[in-house]
């Protein structure tokens, strides 16, 4: 019989599944972590990475709103873009629908909070039976601290089939203080090529170590330990705490050499670097805009530093924890506060304020200082991104992608076998 391929004896032919139509929702390519991960997510689902997953059980539709951001990866042939071309949310409404009506996928998985919102406003124009996923990227009780906007929110909520989790932690949130059922929330990981970035990282600092330059050829002499370069990673907006940073840096007693680097763009630049001259910090203070590629500046790094007010789970952390740096967060959700407290090589802040992150900022680079003073190397060599920051493992591609893939499947009715 044509089609079934070779049948050996005392077996049956096995009729392949059928595969799962899903349609994947961001605002736009590159640009923020929530879009780099939703992106992650369709390449890994549509190729299976090299045949670690079933990719035959996944027909991947991603949608984009508006044009491509800094930054945009290049997706596999696999992955059917659909460019909306709406411009903001608000406007994509009726193509939105129109594109589910055409595509027809059994899942929509939004992965965005405010696009989240509209999908499930738009849901009743959907087809029957066409599954809902939210993936949550903040925590939702400091994202809607109360009032209508709560309830609101809430209630718009409990109209999806999941509610995709980044930590077992910001889904307790969703569940005490939104009033979404426990059973629908799901933890689903972001995926971090771990390995891949350790190497990486490893490589250009043994470059660097070798050349005695330091990141962006900026000139520093790697060589010369006596200054400690202070890493932070993220858009130049009010949430991720950049002026929270500066003045957490101002309060600490700088020895020479010592650095502060800034990597990223946004609205609030101007405003963080006229605030950095009237902190008199400018002459230690680096702002770099926005990198396409931050392994150079991860493997110059001494210490990480994520000073956001409100967060999920940012990428940046995850991706200096596969470098191998000391990390130092505000109790900016409760799942950093999950991923980071006790553990080694990770100092979280006791508040989000300037006075607490300059004391867990004072503690981490003490600590390098310490090392480097006993003749002790390199503080990476011993902070290895398997080693001290064990609790990447569920972040791995291999690991995340598979949460992902058994989530969705669920969602469609098919467990994995």
């Not at 991104?385 to 598979?402: I, M, Y």
């Not at 669920?410 to 076998?417: L, V």
């Given at each position: 019989?044509?089609?079934?391929?070779?049948?050996?004896?005392?077996?049956?032919?096995?009729?392949?599944?059928?595969?799962?139509?899903?349609?994947?929702?961001?605002?736009?390519?590159?640009?923020?972590?929530?879009?780099?991960?939703?992106a992650?997510?369709?390449?890994?689902?549509?190729?299976?990475?090299d045949?670690?997953?079933?990719?035959?059980?996944?027909?991947?539709?991603?949608?984009?709103?508006?044009?491509?951001?800094?930054?945009?990866?290049?997706?596999?042939?696999?992955?059917?873009?659909?460019?909306?071309?709406?411009?903001?949310?608000?406007?994509?409404?009726?193509?939105?629908?129109?594109?589910?009506?055409?595509?027809?996928?059994e899942?929509?998985?939004?992965?965005?909070?405010?696009?989240?919102?509209?999908v499930?406003a738009?849901?009743?124009?959907?087809?029957?039976?066409?599954?809902?996923?939210?993936?949550?990227?903040?925590?939702?009780?400091?994202?809607?601290?109360?009032?209508?906007?709560r309830?609101?929110?809430?209630?718009?909520?409990?109209?999806a089939d999941?509610?995709?989790?980044?930590?077992?932690?910001?889904?307790?949130?969703?569940?005490?203080?939104m009033?979404?059922?426990?059973?629908?929330?799901?933890?689903?990981?972001?995926?971090?090529?771990?390995?891949?970035?350790?190497?990486?990282?490893?490589?250009?600092?043994?470059?660097?170590?070798?050349?005695?330059?330091?990141?962006?050829?900026?000139?520093?002499?790697?060589?010369?330990?006596?200054?400690?370069?202070?890493?932070?990673?993220?858009?130049?907006a009010?949430?991720?705490?950049?002026?929270?940073?500066?003045?957490?840096?101002?309060?600490?007693?700088?020895?020479?050499?010592?650095e502060?680097?800034?990597?990223g763009?946004?609205?609030?630049?101007?405003?963080?670097?006229?605030?950095?001259?009237?902190?008199?910090?400018?002459?230690?203070?680096?702002?770099?805009?926005?990198?396409?590629?931050?392994?150079?500046?991860?493997?110059?790094?001494?210490?990480?530093?994520?000073?956001?007010?409100?967060?999920?789970?940012?990428n940046?952390?995850?991706?200096?924890?596969?470098?191998?740096?000391?990390?130092?967060?505000?109790?900016?959700?409760?799942?950093v506060?999950?991923?980071?407290?006790?553990?080694?090589?990770?100092?979280?802040?006791?508040?989000?304020?300037?006075?607490?992150?300059?004391?867990?900022?004072?503690?981490?680079?003490?600590?390098?200082?310490?090392?480097?003073?006993?003749?002790?190397?390199?503080?990476?060599l011993?902070?290895?991104?398997?080693?001290?920051?064990?609790?990447?493992?569920?972040?791995?591609?291999?690991?995340?992608?598979?949460a992902?893939?058994d989530?969705l499947l669920?969602?469609?009715?098919?467990?994995?076998?």
């Open positions: 019989m044509a089609g079934t391929g070779r049948i050996l004896a005392g077996e049956f032919p096995v009729s392949e599944p059928r595969r799962k139509r899903i349609l994947l929702l961001i605002p736009h390519l590159g640009g923020g972590g929530a879009e780099h991960v939703m992650a997510v369709a390449a890994g689902l549509a190729t299976g990475l045949s670690r997953l079933d990719a035959a059980r996944f027909e991947v539709h991603l949608a984009v709103l508006a044009d491509d951001g800094d930054g945009a990866p290049q997706l596999p042939e696999q992955v059917q873009v659909h460019r909306l071309e709406a411009g903001r949310v608000r406007r994509a409404g009726p193509k939105l629908v129109r594109l589910v009506r055409a595509v027809q996928p899942l929509v998985v939004s992965g965005m909070m405010h696009l989240s919102l509209l499930l738009l849901r009743p124009w959907f087809p029957a039976g066409t599954a809902v996923g939210i993936r949550v990227n903040t925590t939702l009780s400091l994202a809607y601290p109360g009032g209508w906007a309830w609101a929110q809430a209630l718009l909520l409990r109209r999941a509610v995709l989790c980044q930590s077992e932690a910001m889904a307790e949130d969703a569940v005490r203080h009033g979404i059922r426990r059973e629908r929330c799901r933890v689903v990981p972001n995926p971090v090529a771990v390995e891949r970035m350790g190497q990486a990282v490893q490589a250009e600092h043994g470059r660097m170590g070798a050349s005695g330059m330091g990141a962006s050829g900026d000139g520093r002499n790697r060589n010369d330990r006596s200054g400690m370069r202070v890493l932070c990673v993220g858009r130049l009010r949430e991720k705490g950049v002026d929270l940073l500066l003045e957490a840096w101002q309060r600490l007693p700088v020895k020479d050499g010592d502060l680097v800034i990597v763009e946004g609205r609030e630049r101007a405003a963080l670097e006229a605030l950095s001259r009237r902190l008199g910090v400018e002459s230690t203070v680096r702002f770099a805009g926005y990198v396409a590629e931050t392994v150079p500046e991860l493997a110059a790094a001494d210490v990480y530093v994520q000073p956001s007010r409100l967060e999920g789970m940012p940046a952390l995850l991706e200096a924890a596969a470098a191998g740096l000391p990390l130092v967060a505000t109790p900016c959700s409760a799942g506060v999950e991923l980071l407290r006790n553990a080694d090589g990770a100092w979280v802040a006791e508040a989000t304020h300037a006075d607490a992150l300059a004391a867990a900022l004072r503690q981490a680079m003490d600590a390098v200082r310490a090392r480097r003073a006993a003749g002790m190397g390199d503080v990476r011993e902070y290895g991104f398997l080693r001290a920051h064990g609790f990447l493992r569920p972040f791995t591609q291999e690991a995340a992608l598979q992902w893939s989530c669920e969602m469609a009715g098919e467990r994995r076998r």
